[in-house]
C-alpha cells in the first residue's frame, strides 16, 4: 500500500475553512483516499474517501490532484469539536482489507 | 443502529492474569477488524476477520493473543497471560464489503497491566 506524508500539526480558527493536505505520491492507479478522525480518547471516525474526482459529504469535501499524488481535506466552517488527529490512508489496492495509520496530523481549532 | 459495541470499556489486571475483551459488530457487517494504540506504535491492525473467519492475524504481536469470532455477531481477543507491555486502548471496528475500507470504530476498551 502506498504511504503518506501530513504535517505533524496545525492550527485553526474557529469558523474558518480547515484544510487539511495530504502526499501520496506512490499512489496506484487502484487505490482510494480515505480520511479518518480520531477525537480524544474516542474510536477513529470515518469522513470521506475518493478516488479520483473531489467529494463532498456531509462533513468535509475532498480534493485529490489530477495525478492523484496529494489531496487536501476541507471542513468548511470549523468548530471547536473538530479539534482530532486526522488521518490520510490510501488504501484499497491489494483487496486486504487494511488500513494503516500513520501519525497523522493534530488539527487544534481555536476560539 | 448503536454502532460497535465494546467491552469492558476499562480493565485493570495484574500481569500473568487472563483477560478477555469483547466486541460486538454493527448488525450485517461482514468484516471485523481489532486495532491496539499506544503512544509508542500508533494504531496498528491486529487481525481480522471476514464473515466470521480470520483473514489476516500477521499483526498479532505472539502467541499470547488469540482471537475469535464464533458468530456474525461477537468477538474476542484474548491475552494470555497479561505482561505490562501489553497496556494499550483495543480498538475493535467492523465494516461491510465491498465497502470493507470504511470501519466503524467502537468506544475501544483501555487495558491497564500492572
Known amino acids: 500500500d502506498a504511504k503518506t506524508t501530513q504535517p505533524p500539526s496545525m492550527d485553526c480558527a474557529e469558523g474558518r475553512a480547515a484544510n487539511l493536505p495530504c502526499n501520496h505520491s506512490?499512489?496506484?492507479?487502484?487505490?482510494?483516499v480515505y480520511w479518518y478522525r480520531q477525537i480524544h480518547s474516542q474510536g477513529p471516525q470515518y469522513i470521506i474517501h475518493?478516488?479520483?474526482n473531489n467529494e463532498t459529504n456531509e462533513m468535509a469535501s475532498l480534493i485529490i490532484t489530477e495525478d492523484r499524488k496529494s489531496s487536501t481535506l476541507i471542513l468548511p466552517h470549523a468548530t471547536l469539536r473538530d479539534t482530532a488527529v486526522y488521518y490520510c490512508?490510501?488504501?484499497?489496492?491489494?483487496?486486504?482489507?487494511?488500513?494503516?495509520f500513520g501519525q497523522g496530523t493534530t488539527l487544534q481549532v481555536k476560539p | 443502529d448503536a454502532g460497535v459495541i465494546q467491552s469492558p470499556r476499562h480493565e485493570v489486571t495484574e500481569m500473568g492474569q487472563e483477560v478477555t475483551l469483547r466486541c460486538k459488530p454493527i448488525?450485517?457487517?461482514?468484516?471485523l477488524f481489532w486495532y491496539r494504540q499506544t503512544m509508542m506504535r500508533g494504531l496498528e491492525l491486529l487481525i481480522y476477520?471476514?464473515?466470521?473467519?480470520?483473514?489476516?492475524d500477521s499483526g498479532m504481536p505472539e502467541d499470547r493473543f488469540s482471537a475469535k469470532m464464533p458468530n456474525a455477531s461477537f468477538s474476542t481477543l484474548k491475552i494470555q497471560p497479561s505482561e505490562p507491555r501489553d497496556s494499550a486502548v483495543y480498538f475493535c471496528?467492523?465494516?461491510?464489503?465491498?465497502?470493507?475500507?470504511?470501519?466503524?470504530f467502537g468506544p475501544g476498551t483501555r487495558l491497564t497491566v500492572l
Open positions: 490512508i490510501v488504501a484499497g489496492s491489494s483487496n486486504t482489507g487494511k488500513l494503516i
Open positions: 506512490t499512489i496506484s492507479g487502484n487505490e482510494y
Open positions: 475518493g478516488l479520483k
Open positions: 471496528a467492523s465494516s461491510m464489503g465491498p465497502e470493507r475500507d470504511t470501519q466503524y
Open positions: 476477520f471476514n464473515n466470521n473467519v480470520p483473514i489476516d
Open positions: 448488525s450485517g457487517h461482514d468484516y
